[in-house]
């Protein structure tokens, strides 16, 4: 039998701090074989403590032992194997002091603001409503906005277990996405209100890990479960029965922005007990900042089929200084300055390969709602691995990083950037039959608005407009296509059966490749003034809409996009009209 040290836990995310409080005793787990035969009370009489796990298709079962208890049992002359029994300090602070916290944890500071709802009031349609303004970018690095304009599902139906510093379960945000509080866990206070409590330098670490689940996969349900204290540091046990409990209440995905340094076979014991169940783990690496020094379970991402590890990249792709890197790092995300939910309903800005997992968690979640294939969700991990974005990571981690990264190991260039970074459109694109929402659905009465079918039909064209199909520059959001304007031109449609007296919103993505492009997305001819909206020197892609509302005959109205000054090019895409 194995005998492991509870260890102490650490969350990717700032933070620092001794062991929990009250956990004078973390004791000792053991890892016994068991047999059909066997019950859980004659194991729990023969080796003492108390049962945390039992894999009856594993043949294994996990006991928690006191350190008095695991004395008796040494004294009886039973043979086990031991580790030390120590605390971990925070793989958010390296070794060389960086703290992954810009200024230490004031970062939460200063960048609070007020919650302003957002999912909760969607209704449907195709006019999405916004995440945070402050991750604009973010999310058009990893695509989320297109993929949430072909998305169907957002990861309704699917539970993500966020296993953390629990999280403020009182926030706005976290309304009507929470799974039933009878299924809540604190395994630190042993009962069932996993709120964070304030205080303690990881006070908000669960609740943004959390927010960021569901800014990718709005509709999905998050099952709070609190594994690390205040501080940010918490046992192995805990973590264990977190997975358990994670399992057995129904989650399909497991973010654990938490690690620990060294390899404890009942944690593994314990993934793959949630991987028989089809269900998959996600984990940050680590933020020492050097290669090497990654945390498990992110580690395991190459050798533990159901886990994806994480390490952070700024929004130029380029290594975040403060990410651990490595052979072993599975994938990466954005995990620099992104915002997300805090306690008291406000948000502030994250940093961490903590806050880079949970993008991929809420990919996986997105993905897993987009399939109803139970053959595709178990393979989710071959579709992820094969949709990464790996072009840009390959120059900036390798060309940037020859000393220690080399294509010369067999791998490719994974030994520098894993499978690449995630790009959750081209992940969705990848799924065994998906199928993209339409944007000229029942609510929508624009024709063709995405231009998927190479063509301008429906539009009436002016001036040197086309059709972008390669997407060398971004010149389309999302599918294969998008509309080009050169020098001067402008796209017009008129759209019909439109109620009277009734307001309508207008929205379409565009961008401009020059500050001094004049571009402007408008309305006319429905009954009242012409109405318009600016883009003009929007160089990255932006969302506008406006609204007008049709006279009281008029059944009809021209919408268009229009470019008026500049020699540089223009772009339009998912361009829709919705009843308000």
Same mark, same amino acid.
């Given at each position: 039998?194995?005998?492991?040290?509870?260890?102490?836990?650490?969350?990717?995310?700032?933070?620092?701090?001794?062991?929990?409080?009250?956990?004078?005793?973390?004791?000792?787990?053991?890892?016994?074989?068991?047999?059909? !035969?066997?019950?859980?009370?004659?194991?729990?009489?023969?080796?003492?403590?108390?049962?945390?796990?039992?894999?009856?298709?594993?043949?294994?079962?996990?006991?928690?032992?006191?350190?008095?208890?695991?004395?008796?049992?040494?004294?009886?002359?039973?043979?086990?194997?031991?580790?030390?029994?120590?605390? +971990?300090?925070?793989?958010?602070?390296?070794?060389?002091? #960086?703290?992954?916290?810009?200024?230490? #944890?004031?970062?939460?500071?200063?960048?609070?603001?007020?919650?302003?709802?957002?999912?909760?009031?969607?209704?449907?349609?195709?006019?999405?409503?916004?995440?945070?303004?402050?991750?604009?970018?973010?999310?058009?690095?990893?695509?989320?906005?297109?993929?949430? &304009?072909?998305?169907?599902?957002?990861?309704?139906?699917?539970?993500?277990?966020?296993?953390?510093?629990?999280?403020?379960?009182?926030?706005?945000?976290?309304?009507?996405?929470?799974?039933?509080?009878?299924?809540?866990?604190?395994?630190?206070?042993?009962?069932?209100?996993?709120?964070?409590?304030?205080?303690?330098?990881?006070?908000?670490?669960?609740?943004?890990?959390?927010?960021?689940?569901?800014?990718?996969?709005?509709?999905?349900?998050?099952?709070?479960?609190?594994?690390?204290?205040?501080?940010?540091?918490?046992?192995?046990?805990?973590?264990?029965?977190?997975?358990?409990?994670?399992?057995?209440?129904?989650?399909?995905?497991?973010?654990?922005?938490?690690?620990?340094?060294?390899?404890?076979?009942?944690?593994?014991?314990?993934?793959?007990?949630?991987?028989?169940?089809?269900?998959?783990?996600?984990?940050?690496?680590?933020?020492?900042?050097?290669?090497?020094?990654?945390?498990?379970?992110?580690?395991?991402?190459?050798? +533990?089929?159901?886990?994806?590890?994480?390490?952070?990249?700024? !929004?130029?792709?380029?290594?975040?200084?403060?990410?651990?890197?490595?052979?072993?790092?599975?994938?990466?995300?954005?995990?620099?300055?992104?915002?997300?939910?805090?306690?008291?309903?406000?948000?502030?800005?994250?940093?961490?390969?903590?806050?880079?997992?949970?993008?991929?968690?809420?990919?996986?979640?997105?993905?897993?709602?987009?399939?109803?294939?139970?053959?595709?969700?178990?393979?989710?991990?071959?579709?992820?691995?094969?949709?990464?974005?790996?072009? !840009? +990571?390959?120059?900036?981690?390798?060309?940037?990083?020859?000393?220690?990264?080399?294509?010369?190991?067999?791998?490719?260039?994974?030994?520098?950037?894993?499978?690449?970074?995630?790009?959750?459109?081209?992940?969705?694109?990848?799924?065994?039959?998906?199928?993209?929402?339409?944007?000229?659905?029942?609510?929508?009465?624009?024709?063709?608005?995405?231009?998927?079918?190479?063509?301008?039909?429906?539009?009436?064209?002016?001036?040197?407009?086309?059709?972008?199909?390669?997407?060398?520059?971004?010149?389309?959001?999302?599918?294969?296509?998008?509309?080009?304007?050169?020098?001067?031109?402008?796209?017009?449609?008129?759209?019909?059966?439109?109620?009277?007296?009734?307001?309508?919103?207008?929205?379409?993505? +565009?961008?401009?490749?020059?500050?001094?492009?004049?571009?402007?997305?408008?309305?006319?001819?429905?009954?009242?003034?012409?109405?318009?909206?600016?883009?003009?020197?929007?160089?990255?892609?932006?969302?506008?809409?406006?609204?007008?509302?049709?006279?009281?005959?008029?059944? !009809?109205?021209?919408?268009?996009?229009?470019?008026?000054?500049?020699?540089? &090019?223009?772009?339009?895409?998912?361009?829709?009209?919705?009843?308000?």
């Amino acid at each position: 039998m194995l005998l492991a040290a509870v260890l102490l836990f650490s969350a990717c995310g700032g933070l620092n701090g001794g062991p929990p409080a009250g956990a004078t005793d973390p004791g000792y787990i053991i890892t016994v074989k068991i047999s059909a !035969s066997d019950t859980q009370e004659a194991t729990q009489q023969k080796y003492g403590g108390t049962i945390l796990s039992w894999y009856s298709d594993q043949g294994i079962a996990h006991l928690k032992l006191s350190t008095a208890e695991h004395a008796a049992l040494m004294s009886r002359g039973v043979s086990v194997q031991s580790t030390a029994n120590g605390a +971990l300090s925070s793989p958010e602070v390296g070794a060389n002091g #960086f703290n992954s916290w810009a200024g230490g #944890f004031n970062s939460w500071a200063g960048g609070f603001n007020s919650w302003a709802g957002g999912w909760n009031s969607w209704a449907g349609g195709s006019n999405i409503p916004d995440s945070p303004g402050e991750n604009n970018k973010v999310f058009m690095q990893v695509r989320l906005p297109q993929a949430h &304009a072909i998305a169907r599902k957002f990861g309704e139906g699917v539970k993500v277990a966020v296993v953390d510093t629990g999280i403020d379960t009182a926030h706005q945000g976290f309304v009507g996405r929470l799974a039933p509080s009878s299924e809540w866990r604190d395994f630190i206070e042993n009962d069932n209100n996993p709120m964070e409590p304030s205080g303690g330098s990881a006070y908000g670490h669960g609740t943004a890990a959390a927010g960021l689940v569901l800014q990718v996969a709005p509709k999905a349900t998050i099952l709070p479960i609190r594994v690390l204290n205040s501080n940010g540091q918490g046992n192995l046990d805990h973590v264990i029965l977190a997975i358990n409990h994670a399992v057995n209440t129904g989650a399909k995905i497991i973010n654990l922005s938490l690690g620990a340094f060294e390899w404890y076979q009942p944690l593994v014991d314990a993934i793959n007990f949630a991987g028989s169940r089809g269900v998959w783990v996600v984990a940050s690496v680590g933020n020492q900042g050097k290669k090497d020094e990654i945390t498990y379970p992110g580690r395991w991402g190459w050798w +533990l089929s159901n886990v994806i590890g994480v390490g952070s990249v700024d !929004s130029d792709d380029k290594l975040s200084k403060f990410s651990s890197f490595g052979a072993d790092v599975f994938t990466w995300a954005p995990g620099n300055d992104v915002t997300s939910y805090y306690p008291s309903n406000r948000t502030a800005k994250v940093r961490g390969t903590s806050f880079a997992a949970p993008l991929v968690a809420g990919a996986l979640a997105l993905a897993y709602s987009e399939t109803t294939y139970d053959w595709a969700r178990s393979d989710l991990k071959s579709y992820f691995q094969d949709s990464l974005e790996n072009q !840009s +990571l390959w120059y900036n981690l390798y060309q940037a990083n020859s000393s220690w990264c080399s294509v010369s190991d067999g791998l490719g260039g994974l030994w520098c950037h894993g499978a690449g970074r995630l790009d959750i459109e081209r992940f969705l694109r990848s799924l065994p039959g998906f199928s993209p929402a339409s944007n000229t659905g029942t609510l929508d009465f624009v024709r063709n608005g995405s231009f998927e079918s190479g063509s301008f039909a429906s539009w009436t064209t002016s001036g040197a407009v086309s059709i972008s199909w390669v997407d060398w520059w971004g010149e389309f959001f999302a599918g294969a296509n998008g509309a080009r304007i050169n020098g001067t031109g402008s796209l017009e449609q008129t759209i019909t059966g439109l109620a009277p007296n009734t307001t309508y919103t207008l929205t379409a993505w +565009l961008k401009v490749d020059g500050s001094g492009e004049s571009l402007l997305l408008g309305a006319r001819n429905f009954g009242g003034s012409e109405v318009g909206v600016s883009a003009t020197g929007s160089t990255d892609w932006v969302q506008r809409s406006l609204d007008f509302k049709t006279g009281a005959n008029n059944t !009809s109205a021209v919408v268009f996009i229009r470019k008026t000054a500049g020699w540089q &090019a223009a772009f339009a895409d998912l361009i829709t009209v919705t009843r308000k």
